[in-house]
């Protein structure tokens, strides 16, 4: 079994003896321009689209969970994977506990209002604040699939009230599940805190926009956890600036790196990480994807399968 392997920043010399050991009957190779030799499977991160045309794969891997950056491409070069090649993504593999961490940290952080305990801080000022009550702090997850399922649970340990937003009703332990764009207005209406954990597709681009955001409780909270395309980000400040929204939490934008003199840099109610909410952990991503590839290999069901046409 031929496996070619493409990452524009992960260390081959780190991850090619992993899946060999992972896959000892198989011969992985680091893709190079110019590779048009035989291939079973690939592993990909914003592949060339030559490394994919015209093979005739059993399946591709994406080194990551969200799969929008590869169907971008595939749009403009449909000739880079046929229909008939399953595409899969990375199910969890480590990035549920990372999102769970980031959620979770932030959430008590507003909760306990540390970000208005070190506004006092910079003016000197020693000051008890009224604390917030937890029926006042709904949650709501935008999304509720593997990671939006795991940020859910975390959540649910800590007492807050939780809903959850996705395409199909959920059955989560302490949510109230909503669903479709007709209970979108009821999922909205009360929540406090809102975060983010949808595919981007052309239904939830600019999703998170001022009409939504009015519609969310006074004083409220946004975290984007998934892409920044979901936000709108000009309407993210204008709330912010007008006092609707009290905080957000930032870990994907529009244009990433996002330049140096974009004004969410400097809005003092504005927490930025540079995409690292969740990354991809080698150990947990090798063994889900030689997992898959020996049931592919048996003919067997496997988790993961994109499907191209929802999008996600
Ligand atoms: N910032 C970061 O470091 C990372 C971000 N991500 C992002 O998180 C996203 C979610 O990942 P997973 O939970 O693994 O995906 P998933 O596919 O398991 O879950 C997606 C959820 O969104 C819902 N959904 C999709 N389209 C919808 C629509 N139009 N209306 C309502 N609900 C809709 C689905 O029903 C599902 O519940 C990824 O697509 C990726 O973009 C993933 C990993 C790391
Ligand atoms: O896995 C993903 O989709 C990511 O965004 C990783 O950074």
Not at 39 to 66: I, N, Q, S, T
Not at 146 to 154: F, M, T, Y
Not at 246 to 257: I, N, T, Y
Request: proline letters at 6%.
């Amino acid at each position: 079994m031929e496996i070619i392997f493409y990452h524009p920043t992960f260390d081959p010399a780190a991850w090619l003896p992993a899946l060999r050991k992972a896959l000892p009957g198989a011969n992985v190779r680091e893709w190079r321009e110019g590779d048009d030799g035989p291939a079973d499977y690939a592993l990909v991160w914003h592949p060339p689209v030559e490394m994919l045309r015209g093979r005739e794969l059993k399946g591709v891997f994406a080194l990551g969970a969200g799969v929008d950056s590869i169907l971008s491409k595939l749009k403009a070069h449909p000739e880079m994977l046929a229909q008939h090649i399953p595409l899969f993504r990375l199910e969890d593999t480590g990035m549920g506990l990372q999102m769970q961490e980031y959620a979770v940290s932030r959430v008590l952080h507003w909760f306990r209002r540390f970000d208005d305990y070190q506004a006092l801080k910079q003016q000197a000022r020693w000051l008890e604040l009224e604390e917030y009550r937890r029926e006042d702090f709904t949650i709501g997850i935008l999304g509720a699939g593997i990671l939006g399922a795991k940020v859910a649970a975390s959540l649910h340990a800590w007492g807050f009230p939780l809903r959850c937003w996705s395409r199909s009703r959920k059955d989560l332990p302490g949510v109230v599940s909503f669903a479709g764009a007709e209970e979108f207005g009821a999922f909205l209406h009360g929540t406090r805190v809102l975060i983010n954990l949808l595919p981007n597709t052309p239904e939830t681009v600019g999703l998170i926009n001022l009409s939504v955001i009015n519609q969310l409780a006074d004083n409220s909270y946004i975290m984007n956890l998934a892409r920044g395309v979901h936000v709108v980000e000009d309407d993210l400040l204008q709330a912010l600036n007008s006092g609707k929204v009290k905080g957000a939490m930032l870990d994907v934008f529009s244009r990433e790196p996002l330049p140096a003199d974009h004004p969410l840099w400097a809005h003092p109610r504005v927490a930025m990480t540079p995409h690292i909410a969740a990354t991809t952990r080698a150990d947990e991503a090798i063994a889900f994807i030689a997992t898959a590839i020996d049931k592919l290999e048996r003919g067997e069901r496997v988790k993961g399968r994109v499907d191209r046409l929802r999008g996600y």
